[in-house]
């Protein structure tokens, strides 16, 4: 399945599809449009809009459009659940919320300056996502343990 989100990606936009790929459509492909484009190339294009206002899927409320992802396609993964609390704080710049919030901005900002392209963009911090996730999973099942 195609999905489509705003060009120039920061941590939502890269969360998600590391989360989608993952966990929800290991084969989906990913469109980056400008905003005001956004909604009119993903009913063109039969792909499912996500975190922009008027997307399928977007921020409700506290959540990010992570969140809302895990949420909507009801995984309930300890570490992803973990994992959402990072994404969220650093998100939505509520950094104070999560001790590595602060962490991944800075490397989303700094991944963003070093790869523009948002598809090699995607492709590097994919690596920085699954070593996220790797670490909650430590840290879940230590509270588990």
Same mark, same amino acid.
């Given at each position: 399945?195609?999905?489509?989100?705003?060009?120039?990606?920061?941590?939502?936009?890269?969360?998600?599809?590391?989360?989608i790929?993952?966990?929800?459509?290991?084969?989906?492909?990913?469109?980056?449009?400008?905003?005001?484009?956004?909604?009119?190339?993903?009913?063109?294009?039969?792909?499912?809009?996500?975190?922009s206002?008027?997307?399928?899927?977007?921020?409700?409320?506290?959540?990010?459009?992570?969140?809302?992802?895990?949420?909507?396609?009801?995984?309930?993964?300890?570490a992803?659940?973990?994992?959402?609390?990072?994404?969220?704080?650093?998100?939505?710049?509520r950094?104070?919320?999560?001790? /590595?919030?602060?962490? /991944?901005?800075?490397?989303a900002?700094?991944?963003g300056?070093?790869?523009?392209?948002?598809?090699?963009?995607?492709?590097?911090?994919f690596?920085?996502?699954?070593?996220?996730?790797?670490?909650?999973?430590?840290?879940?099942?230590?509270?588990?343990?």
């Amino acid at each position: 399945m195609n999905w489509i989100t705003r060009s120039h990606v920061h941590v939502d936009r890269v969360a998600c599809p590391w989360l989608i790929k993952r966990f929800i459509d290991s084969e989906a492909k990913f469109l980056f449009v400008p905003k005001s484009q956004l909604l009119a190339t993903a009913e063109r294009e039969g792909a499912i809009s996500f975190d922009s206002p008027g997307a399928r899927y977007h921020h409700d409320g506290d959540l990010c459009t992570f969140s809302v992802l895990i949420r909507e396609y009801s995984l309930t993964d300890k570490a992803l659940l973990r994992m959402a609390k990072v994404v969220n704080a650093a998100d939505t710049g509520r950094l104070e919320q999560d001790p /590595l919030a602060s962490g /991944l901005e800075a490397l989303a900002v700094g991944y963003g300056l070093r790869y523009p392209d948002d598809a090699v963009n995607l492709e590097k911090q994919f690596e920085l996502y699954d070593a996220l996730y790797a670490w909650c999973r430590l840290e879940t099942a230590k509270d588990n343990g």
